[in-house]
Structures are given as C-alpha cells and as structure tokens.
C-alpha cells in the first residue's frame, strides 16, 4: 500500500509572520489527519524558521529547488550540501514555473534531480502538459520524454526513491482543475510505463496530482486508483484549507 502524501508548494509566498501563523495552524489539527505525509516545500530563506517550528512534528519540509553544483561562482542558487543544514526532506524539482518562466530544460531537471538524490533528500518530480500540449493530444508523449529525460540518466531504480507530480500546466493556478478522470488517465499511463521497466518500482512510487487541488476535489482525485496524494499550491498557503486536503486522504 502507498502511503498518501500531501505537499504544500507555497511558492514565493509568505512573510516570517505569515508563516509562523501558517505552520501554528496546521501543527493544531494535524492530528486530524490519518493517513496521509504532510510536508511544506518553503522558500529557502524560510527554511530555517520552518526547521525550527517543525522539527519533532508530524510534518516534513523541504524546497522548491536546487542547484546541481557542489559549491561555487553560481549567484543565486542553493546547493543540496546548503538544504543539508536545513534537515530538508524533499526538494521539488521540475515545477512547471521552473521549466516555462526560467528556462529548465528536461536535462537541467535531470541533473538537479540527481544532485537531489545525491544530496540525500527525495525528489518531487513535476511533470506535465502545456494546454496547446494537450488539446494536440500530445499529453502522454510528453509527460514520457520529462520522466524518460530522468530515467535515461538516473536509472530506473532512481524512481523507486523519489515522488512524482503530475501537473497538467492548464490546471495551475488557474482554478481549472483536471477531473479524476483526466488526473487517473495520465497517472495510469505514467505507472504502466514504469511498470515495463520495473514493475516493483511502479508498484511503490507515489504519483501525485496537482493543479488547482482543493479540499472540495481533494476527496474525489485522491480516491483514484493511481492518485497517491497531491502538490498543492495555493490551497496550502491557508491552514484550514491545506488540512482539508490533507484529511481528505483519510
Ligand atoms: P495550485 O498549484 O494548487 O495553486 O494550482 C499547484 C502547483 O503549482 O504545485
């Protein structure tokens, strides 16, 4: 059995205050939640304040990127070594805004996919499809070449450790959310795939859903077969909200 997992993106969100208030709320009715992972993926200079507030919890943390350099002449960028101190879990990597507002390509995704591994944190791999992508009918093939990218340098036992988010591109933000049926084909798809190339790892990896997930759909997308939880984006940025989703796993 997959355990369900419920990760927040908060994105470039929040302030001290903001997110002190964020993470008191949601350590007073995580108790409600039964079966799911709870994690906040914070902004990195949160990260320590997150670390603080939350160690010991119930909830895990992490960031929304990493650089695939050591150390070095990157301005900017946060090395896995950094997270390190940071007792990350996860680390997103290959968010959509990542890859069409700055550029990631599917060989940038791969590397600091392995530098994620390399690092000792777990990958929460985003994939998805643009809506010109998918009103071609090109969803599947493209969701293919962004996991094949990974899978071609990583390996297939790679993605026995790390957690994979299908992020239809159309249903971020914009309210417009995939029905479970349309979320359940392409996590289906992606699983098959897996499956021929190593069923145990199919069969044990965790296939998120995210865009525009909410605690009135959570329920619904979540109970599909091959939906093991969600990325939530706007929705975990409000206590009650994140924790409606969170126990809609229950
Ligand atoms: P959303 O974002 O829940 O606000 O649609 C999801 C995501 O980008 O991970």
Redesign the pocket.
Known sequence: MRQPLVAG?WKMNGSRDSINDLLDGILAGIDSVEKAEVAVCAPYVYLSQVADKLSGSAVAWGSQNVNDNESGAFTGEIAASMLKDFGCKYVIVG?SERRTIYGETDADVTRRFMATQAGGFIPILCVGELLEEREAGTTNEVVARQLDAVINEAGIAAIGNCVIAY?PVW???TGKVATPEQAQEVHAMIRSKLAGLDADVAAKVQILY????KPDNAKELIGMEDIDGG?????SLKAEDFLGICTAAN
């Open positions: 993106n968010h992020e249903a971020i933000g995210g865009g525009s997930m990325l939530i984006g706007g929705a």
